[in-house]
């Protein structure tokens, strides 16, 4: 169980032992921080016998009944002779406010909506999860400052189950998150099951994953949600106060339904073997009716399936090459006096538009849907920066923000090896509890215009339920405190609340990074006999080191500058605050050959013009190696290499395929030409231009997943920058780096 000061806040004020008078809200260990709070009094014993008395004949009151009970193992009861929880419905309260009172008699939970009545829950059960059978009192009366506070899944580029799904709609509940944006087809996979078109599924639902040139082949991949898997999904997400808004992506991200059925698109082959790349393709849906009735088709199932007043159709990255070069394309703008290809996609959105108003639903869909004139009654999410949003509530549309880079979980949490594959923008918990929703160049009627917020998790570099968990939380928790509030508050507060809220969500099933709370170690000043270490995290702690092998402890010594430390020695760290430890913790030994290690995450990229951590494609089971480079030109520096009595070089490097689409104008830089066939390793001295003083061959790779190459050295003294690039006359595999090893006479 993690122990933090909001832990023992927790257990002081679940024990009664709090002193009378009113404390802010900041005291108390829920997540999100309610917007007014006072504490006072010793409140009631919570045991087994206490009972729910719900609001009969309100179904929002029951379902949250139904669910406090589930959480807390309580029954339910028509009435009671002593302390009960009791539902009360109230009217004048926001959309989705409640108040809690707790006092000696009990809890109740008032509220004038089914939202209200489950947050109010969740609020109980929070301050109820403790470990203690006393509930303090307390007067709470809470509302959200957005009515959209969500999270959005790819489940296309990599497919997650419906038990996963569950556990992330219960995290998002026990945040009080309300919606879960689900994009359900893209390029690389078709996730839910039409039946009328079983090719979506039979065909485009799977995939043969890349490989690099001569590695094993792989199991195919995919899934798909069968209608009645929605329909529960869909049934238990509104039981939490939550809906769900389905994605179905066009006018592009059309390649999962175009392999299953080409006459959808504009009557280009699809080569076979390219379907598993990433990035952009350029397939799109034509604009024939026959398409068009497949596209209505096709919605008309999902909003059967989805209650949502909002139906998500994409609208992003179009790539307009196949419209252009399509006669019968070129021949309907004409028709339609339509001179622009953006325009055609504006028409074409504006047509599902119609549809999708007819039938009663709003459409909403990413913010290209602005070029070329906005479909009329179109609800903008913005994902490149803020600037969409801004545009679309100035001309009066609502909008949601879901900006990148800033709220793309995709991104890395933390600088380690330890975080796996994403995106190399590092986009920390603080950044997301920093972001702010409201862009101050917008007018308070049109700030009006912005429903609300959410993270994003694309999954190109997300494979599995667990890696999804840890790229998701906790950064969404903090997310989830700015969307209720408005804005993030103390980040040090918000980090004490966190924790017992980690401890919820692991009971959940769902596992958080770590990588705010875990010592991270940078070596230096290299010499013989020893080096410098720094420490360091995320978020404000102590930290505590032992050098004799042992666990770390409140007692132990306290980091405050970089050590100095002769070698060899085992160097244990882990981050408290006050006498409790933090998630996490550093243990790594340090001999002669350790402190001359770089992995490629300390190593520099020598330039970062699209930087990923790539997972590597072996072995078909089990942990997978990931490496860091810049795609478009792999190339690392370590920094200042200790040379002095250095005589060869170890190098781990593997190789991957480069399954990338490149039509958003980026292009690889040129490599050196390879002098045997596979192409070389090579390694300058003093940066990039300078002397070449290693050449491995390829060739002696022979492993599907991490080999390492060695070449002696010439003798230097002092330290010099060294550069490793790889030469070659193709860029598949993209070959890669893992680490590098000095190894002394």
């Known amino acids: 169980m993690l122990r933090s000061p909001a832990r023992a806040l927790l257990a002081l004020l679940l024990a009664g032992a709090a002193s009378p008078g009113a404390a802010a809200a900041p005291e108390l260990p829920l997540l999100p921080l309610p917007r007014t709070a006072t504490v006072a009094g010793a409140g009631f014993r919570l045991g087994s016998d206490v009972p729910i008395i719900a609001l009969r004949g309100n179904a929002g009151a029951e379902r949250a009944a139904a ?49 209200g009545f489950l947050y109010g829950a969740v609020t109980l059960w929070q301050l109820a999860s403790g470990g203690s059978d006393r509930v303090q009192a307390v007067k709470i009366e809470d509302s959200p400052r957005f ?73 195919k991949v995919g899934g798909f949600y069968t209608q009645a898997q929605i329909r529960e999904i869909v049934a238990y997400a509104a039981a939490r106060n939550i809906t769900i808004v389905p994605e179905i992506e066009m006018p592009g991200h059309a390649l999962s339904a175009i392999r299953a059925y080409p006459e959808l698109g504009p009557g280009n082959p699809v080569p076979p073997g390219i379907t598993a790349d990433w990035g952009v393709y350029t397939y799109l849906y034509n ?35 196949q419209w252009k070069q399509s006669p019968a394309t070129q021949a309907k703008m004409r028709s339609l006096g339509i001179t622009d290809e953006h325009k055609l996609q504006s028409w074409f959105i504006t047509r599902m538009e119609k549809f999708l108003n007819a039938k009663g639903r709003k459409l909403i869909g990413w913010d290209e849907i602005l070029e070329g004139g906005i479909a009329p009654n179109a609800t903008v999410m913005s994902w490149r920066g803020i600037d969409g949003a801004i545009v679309a509530a100035k001309a ?134 020893g080096a410098t270490i720094a420490l360091s995290t995320q978020v404000k702690s102590e930290i505590r080191y032992t050098l004799d092998g042992s666990s770390p402890t409140p007692a132990s010594p306290l980091y405050a500058a970089p050590l100095p430390l002769r070698i060899p020695t085992t160097l244990r760290a882990a981050a408290f605050r006050g006498t409790t430890p933090l998630p996490g913790s550093l243990e790594r030994r340090l001999d002669p050959a350790s402190i001359r290690r770089r992995d490629d995450r300390e190593l520099r990229q020598c330039t970062s013009t699209l930087v990923l951590a790539l997972e590597d494609d072996a072995p078909a089971d089990g942990p997978r190696a990931n490496f860091l480079s810049d795609i478009l030109n792999p190339c690392w520096i370590y920094d200042a290499a200790p040379l002095e009595s250095v005589t060869r070089i170890d190098v781990d490097v593997g190789q991957v ?89």
Not at 175 to 196: A, C, F, M, S, Y
Request: proline share 8%; with cysteine.
């Open 67 to 115: 669910w406090l009970n589930q959480q807390l193992g309580l029954k339910k009861a028509a009435s009671a002779g002593g302390p009960s929880i009791r539902f009360v419905r109230v009217s004048g309260l926001p959309k989705d406010g409640y108040r809690l009172e707790t006092r000696a008699d009990g809890a109740t939970i008032s509220a004038g909506d089914a939202g």
């Open 287 to 321: 604009v024939e009716d026959s398409t068009f009735r497949f596209l209505e088709n096709v919605l008309t199932d999902v909003m059967a399936l989805f209650p949502s007043p909002y139906i998500h159709i994409g609208g992003d990255e179009a790539v307009m090459t």
């Open 396 to 529: 009066g549309h609502d909008t949601v923000l879901a900006a990148s880079p800033m709220l793309y979980l995709d991104h890395l949490q933390g600088t380690t090896a330890a975080e796996g594959p994403g995106r190399n923008k590092v986009i920390t918990l603080e950044d997301y509890y920093r972001f702010d929703p409201l862009p101050d160049t917008l007018t308070e009627d049109q700030q009006r215009h912005v429903l609300g917020l959410q993270a994003a998790l694309f999954t190109e570099h997300v494979r599995g339920d667990a890696r999804a968990a840890y790229m998701t939380f906790p950064r969404l928790s903090a997310l989830a405190e700015v969307a209720w509030r408005g804005e993030g508050g103390d980040f040090d507060d918000f980090v004490d609340r966190l924790l017992p809220q980690i401890a919820r969500l692991e009971k959940i099933g769902i596992t958080p990074a770590k990588s705010a709370f875990t010592p991270v170690a940078s070596v230096s000043n290299v010499s013989g006999d």
């Open 657 to 745: 395929p480069f399954n990338f689409q490149l039509n958003n104008g980026r292009t690889l830089a040129p490599r050196p030409t390879p002098r045997t066939a596979a192409g070389e390793l090579e390694i300058r001295i003093d940066g990039c231009e300078g002397e070449r003083i290693a050449s491995i061959p390829l060739e002696q790779v022979k492993s599907p997943t991490i080999t390492r190459l060695s070449a002696p050295i010439p003798a230097n003294t002092g330290a010099h920058d060294l550069c490793f690039t790889f030469t070659g006359r193709s860029n598949n595999p993209h070959w890669t780096i893992a680490a590098v090893q000095l190894v002394t006479r």
């Open 147 to 219: 009515a959209w506070r969500g999270f959005m899944l790819d489940s296309a580029r990599h497919f997650q189950s419906p038990d996963y799904i569950k556990k992330l709609i219960d995290a998002m509940a026990a945040h009080k998150l309300n919606t879960l944006h689900w994009h359900l087809v893209d390029d690389q996979g078709w996730r839910i099951e039409i039946p009328k078109y079983p090719k979506l599924t039979a065909v485009g639902a799977w995939r043969s994953p890349a490989t690099a040139p001569g590695a094993p082949p792989l199991p």
